[in-house]
């Protein structure tokens, strides 16, 4: 299995630990969010299996994370051989003058660093916290601070894992080691076959932590649909797991009241760390839904299976 590497570096209390958390154990951010994990006092190191790559996540310890910037030894041992440096802003942070200006001086010291010492890894901005912008302000809000860190030619993605927007961290993760992956690329030409000429539909699959590891989404779909839906198929995976050991939920079929039709499969890729296919729709019928559902398991089953 090939590996990958990737620094998580800011400010303290930014989130960088329970982001870790939850993307390489699969820890539950509603708990995480109730009982708010100790800051990292030192580098923590955690493995992250994701599909056909072994992500190795180093998360640097906000008190004292500037002293790597002084140390090359520091910047050898954490930034050698990393693909991406994702720098992490919390959002109550950023908006404060005075933290904001400290940020953007961290930023452009990691710009030098890999530059001068010839790294080849990539830096990231990872926006966290998204759920805390008022709602009224929020497009409008993300928009100009996407403006803004485009214009310094740094990419930038915004995050949460408050349960109505933990979508948004796993679709960055999901974007950033897609690159990497043989298998991503099977899903995502499955899926996007499936996907042709639909509107406000998508379809993604979900990994044995139930994380999302492929998707393919028409762009009129409502995102906040996909918050509930995935949430709840997580739970009912979860629930059944407690009541009955070692089973699972081999087809789900859900319609709500306003016709939002939801269709969950079990892939049987457990080797392969692919577990549900998970189809949500507003304009396809349940028949077409379970038509289409069927197909592109059988078809992931025997390309990933023969692959």
């Known amino acids: ?25 699969g820890k539950d951010p509603i708990e995480l969010l109730k009982q708010p994990l100790k800051p990292t006092k030192s580098l923590s190191v955690s493995d992250h ?109 915004f995050t949460s894992i408050h349960p109505d927007f933990i979508f948004s961290l796993y679709s960055s993760f999901y974007k950033i080691l897609s690159l990497f992956s043989d298998k991503r690329k099977i899903i995502k030409d499955v899926l996007d076959e499936y996907l042709e000429d639909q509107s406000k539909t998508i379809f993604y699959v979900t990994n044995n932590n139930n994380t999302i590891v492929g998707l393919a989404m028409s762009p009129d779909f409502d995102i906040k649909s996909i918050e509930g839906t995935y949430n709840l198929a997580a739970q009912l995976n979860l629930t059944l797991e407690k009541l009955k050991s070692n089973d699972i939920i081999n087809h789900l079929m859900l ?14 890729l457990y080797e392969d760390d692919m577990k549900n296919l998970i189809c949500i729709s507003e304009t396809l019928k349940s028949n077409d839904l379970i038509w289409k559902a069927g197909k592109m398991v059988t078809e992931l089953r025997k390309k990933i299976r023969f692959k």
């Open 49 to 157: 299996c994701w599909l056909d790559i072994n992500c190795i996540i180093f998360d640097t310890a906000g008190q004292n994370y500037q002293n790597i910037f002084k140390d090359e030894n520091k910047q050898s041992k954490i930034f050698g051989e990393a693909v991406y440096i994702i720098y992490l802003i919390d959002y109550r942070l950023w908006s404060k003058e005075k933290t904001q200006e400290r940020m953007i001086k961290d930023i452009e010291t990691l710009k030098n660093i890999l530059e001068e010492r010839q790294y080849s890894s990539e830096l990231l901005i990872f926006f966290h916290k998204i759920d805390l912008i008022e709602d009224s302000n929020r497009e409008t809000y993300i928009k100009s601070v996407r403006e803004s860190f485009e214009a310094r030619e740094l990419k930038i993605f």
């Open 1 to 25: 299995m090939e590996e990958k590497k990737l620094v998580l570096i800011g400010l303290p209390e930014s989130g960088k630990t329970t982001i870790s958390e939850v993307i390489s154990k």
């Open 255 to 268: 319609q709500t009241i306003n016709g939002l039709n939801v269709i969950m499969n079990y892939l049987d």
